[in-house]
């Protein structure tokens, strides 16, 4: 049978449901705090707050009504992203990339018109992308445009950085990359790929496909041994600053490298999921009990981001 | 105290008062643990409502007897304000008696008794009553002659006559004469089937009881009717032609006296709510020792009143259910849809029976998709589409019943024991689950409930634990501190010993 035995399991140090839940998201994560990371909206204005990088907002669509001033709202943008501020998993989310006056082409290459814009705004407010359809409130915001090292390793989506930030410490990462069969998304259970990332350096560990390993991008071909995000520091420091922001104790932070601005945070969610241990093929809870043993937790970023890759880094490569 | 730590010491203590009690009735008050040899034991629970008219206010209702085998163990009067007394008859009849003074507002007497059959034996003999002819108009008269020539023709004797008489009745077959004696009478079918009998000359009186139906809550009197034949009685069932006294049949009063007397009051009513334990005859018999005190029922369920004792019978089985839920999402790592979902679904199913409730639980949701996909291009508001939702559930639920009805399976008349709401939810989840995460994300969701209600039927159905979760609802408390102990559970679950199967290291 293809079972892993439960001992075999705890030597690994692999974190299971049963105890993310009680022993990280119930006791680190203050319930108060979870609106903040459940709406998109609030965890933007939050980070600009802070001075932390993120796609430029250009406007929010509260109510119905407002809609009409979309076309004013959307004045001389080129290119721009609306989408749901509660939605889940990627829907609802509209990516321009090019205008033509009252044309707009979608990233897809489809190409719609003003009211048709106007009414993919009406259904996001009216709750048709947000979890069990409650009214929601519409983001417009710049577009990303993803550097172009990573263009190789994402079919038809934006490729995003995961880190898993415990107690103010990157513990793990990995890069999801969209493939044809997840339908352009960046959800591994939808067929995505997940690049576990070695947090000292930035460079690929590994790469699964629905939990088995792969060693190169079905669609584009390119081997995921080579790659090594740029900007690593930075996307690490960014990460971890949101630990002061939002005052969770354990969460996922998404992140995007814009070809321009760099890394920039997409969102931040409160209840990571588990297969960042199996895109590392390695197990989280014997590195959050390492951040458990330190003494002294309370450091400025910059010493946490290092204090961090001299614990985690230096993973072997398992290609 | 760390939160761990707490947990323990309470859930060692809740585990502890739990089997304690538990322990306590079963060596102090003797209650058995097992099951063992059991017997149908019936609660009625009569209640007499009546409006008073002004003046002082007399009811009497008249008691039943042990007949026919059935042991009469316990009875409980409750009339608050009202004089109470019981008058035995010379022939040994009871007759419970209220009395009041003034009454300003409608009263509600109570008068509770259980009872089960030892023995089954028929009803045996009683005084013949003399056959008194009725007043008849003439052109009844002549009707009702003509009926009683016709029936004495093609009949036998007296039991076969009875038995054609009734049985045109219940397949309303009925001849000119019989139409015409039968139609618009006041006193109703049963006064003028007795009229029949006393123009045929046969003895014959009524027998007044109730059908025992577990879970009634308002059942009304009825009424069989006897005739006298050969030295014996012989009953019959008017509702159905049958001969003989029917197994869920409790006699209350034989003869034409009234149960129910009063004066100084109208519209009274006498209507019983029923519920059916099955207890183990060990407990039964300590229980006829002990008529009067009740000093071992005062910790069980069955001090409480009938229509609660019902409730709590299926109220009682809900952690059992949850318990199979928690189990199943901590330890295995099933995923269902809506937590408890599942336990309603199995409550249903205890009602239809597996098989039927999992024939049209699928059935029924399925049809709901398919409805419910084309609801969903409407672009309808939350509460709107599940309002829809729901009258859909409710239609397809009727006709799903009228059309295996008439197919000849009654089975499925058991639909109304799902739960509709519940239904409607699982329909509207899954059909969002569609959407976003496509047909495979149903199957594993819906299939991981539908195992999870099957294995909480599975185990709810057990005599064993019916028999525990009623006799010694303390076990609940021990209960409590397993789930708490559950809460606090952070090993793994056994899907992801599957999930993580690709780390193991001989496969690298």
């Known amino acids: 049978m293809k079972f892993i035995s439960p001992r075999e399991l705890r030597e690994l140090g692999v974190l299971g449901m049963n105890s993310r839940n009680v022993n990280y998201i119930a006791r680190r994560n203050p319930r108060r705090l979870f609106p903040l990371v459940d709406d998109k909206l609030k965890t933007k204005r939050l980070a600009q707050e802070h001075g932390m990088n993120v796609p430029e907002l250009y406007g929010v669509i509260e109510i119905q009504h407002e809609i009409q001033d979309l076309e004013q709202l959307l004045e001389g943008r ?68 993803f550097d172009p090292i990573l263009s190789h390793y994402s079919y038809e989506g934006v490729p995003d950085i995961r880190v898993i930030v415990y107690r103010g410490f990157p513990v793990m990462a990995m890069i999801r990359c969209a493939t044809h069969a997840s339908d352009g998304k960046a959800n591994l259970h939808q067929g995505a790929i997940g690049v576990g990332l070695d947090i000292e350096t930035g460079h690929s560990v590994c ?23 740029p900007h690593w520091e930075q996307l690490l420091l960014l990460a971890c600053g949101c630990y002061e922001m939002t005052g969770l104790g354990y969460f996922g932070a998404d992140i995007v490298l814009d070809k321009h601005r760099g890394p920039m945070i997409l969102e931040l969610n409160a209840r990571p999921g588990l297969a960042i241990q199996i895109a590392n093929q390695s197990g989280l809870a014997k590195r959050l009990k390492a951040i458990d043993r330190l003494k002294s937790i309370i450091l400025p970023v910059e010493e946490r981001v290092s204090l961090a890759q001299q614990l985690f880094g230096r993973q072997p490569s398992m290609f | 105290m760390s939160s761990r730590i707490q947990i323990f010491v309470v859930a060692g203590i809740l585990i502890a008062i739990g089997l304690g009690l538990t322990l306590y009735k079963r060596f102090e008050l ?58 035995e008859g010379a022939d040994g009849s009871r007759q419970a008696r209220w009395t009041r003074q003034t009454l300003d507002r409608p009263a509600t007497l109570y008068y509770k008794l259980q009872t089960y059959r030892s023995d089954e034996f028929g009803l045996g003999a009683s005084p013949v009553p003399d056959i008194k002819l009725p007043e008849l108009t003439d052109d009844r008269r002549a009707a009702m002659n003509r009926v009683v020539a016709n029936l004495r023709e093609r009949s036998s004797g007296p039991i076969s006559f009875t038995a054609l008489l009734l049985e045109q009745l219940v397949d309303e ?44 809550r308002r059942q009304q009197i009825s009424t069989l009717v006897e005739v006298f034949d050969d030295g014996r009685w012989h009953l019959f069932n008017p509702l159905n032609a049958q001969m003989g ?25 006498l209507e019983f709510a029923l519920v059916k334990n099955t ?80 024939i049209i639980f699928l059935m029924v949701v399925g049809a709901g998709l398919w409805i419910r996909s084309y609801l969903s291009h409407l672009n309808l508001l939350l509460v709107a589409r599940i309002t829809a939702v729901v009258i859909m559930v409710i239609l397809l639920m009727a006709a799903l019943s009228i059309v295996s009805y008439k197919l000849g399976f009654n089975q499925a008349l058991t639909v109304t024991y799902l739960p509709t709401i519940i239904l409607s939810w ?57 789930v708490l102990l559950l809460g606090k559970y952070t090993g793994y679950r056994l899907s992801e010993l599957y999930r993580f199967r690709y780390l193991r290291k001989d496969w690298q």
């Open chain 1, 78 to 145: 080129e290119r721009f992203v609306i989408k749901p501020a509660q939605g889940s998993g990627g829907k609802g989310i509209l990516v321009v990339s090019e205008r033509n006056g009252h044309e707009f082409t979608k990233s897809s290459g489809a190409v719609l018109n003003l009211r048709d814009v106007k009414r993919h705004t009406s259904n996001i407010l009216s709750g048709l992308y947000s979890l069990g359809g409650r009214p929601d409130v519409a983001m417009i915001e710049d577009m990303i445009v």
């Open chain 1, 207 to 229: 790469a699964v496909q629905n939990n088995a390993k792969v060693t190169r991008h079905p669609d584009t071909g390119y081997g995921f041994e080579d790659l090594k995000l």
């Open chain 2, 30 to 87: 003797g209650f058995p643990l097992l099951p063992g040899e059991r017997q149908d034991v019936w609660t009625l629970e009569s209640k007499v409502t009546v409006k008073p008219t002004g003046g002082p206010i007399d009811i009497s209702m008249a008691l039943p007897e042990p007949r026919a085998g059935w042991v009469l163990l316990d009875e409980n009067f409750a009339s608050s304000g009202f004089g109470f007394s019981i008058a």
């Open chain 2, 173 to 216: 077959k009925m001849d000119q004469d019989t139409a015409f004696l039968f139609a618009g009478h006041e006193s109703g079918h049963l006064g003028v089937i007795m009229d029949v009998l006393a123009y045929a000359g046969i003895p014959a009186q009524r027998v007044k009881g109730v059908f025992l139906e577990e879970g009634r």
């Open chain 2, 245 to 269: 006294l029917p197994d869920n049949f409790f006699v209350w009063e034989r003869g034409e006296r009234f149960i129910l007397d009063v004066i100084g009051g109208n519209s009274s009513q």
């Open chain 2, 279 to 358: 207890l183990p005859v060990k407990t039964l018999l300590s229980m006829e020792q002990e008529v009067g005190g009740k000093l071992m029922l005062d910790f069980s369920i069955y001090s409480l009143p009938v229509e609660q004792q019902g409730m709590f019978k299926g109220l009682l089985l809900i952690p059992v259910g949850a318990l199979v839920v928690v189990l199943l999402r901590v330890l295995v790592g099933i995923r269902t849809s809506g937590t408890f979902m599942p336990i309603l679904i199995a409550l249903g199913f205890i009602q239809t029976t597996l098989l039927a409730g999992l």
């Open chain 2, 426 to 482: 699982t329909i509207e989840r899954m059909s969002i689950l569609w959407e976003e995460d496509g047909p495979h994300e149903v199957l594993i969701q819906g299939g991981g409930s539908l195992l999870a209600a099957i294995l909480a039927y599975l185990l709810m159905t057990v005599e064993l634990i019916e028999h525990l979760t009623f006799n010694f609802p303390e076990l609940m408390i021990s209960l409590l501190g397993v």
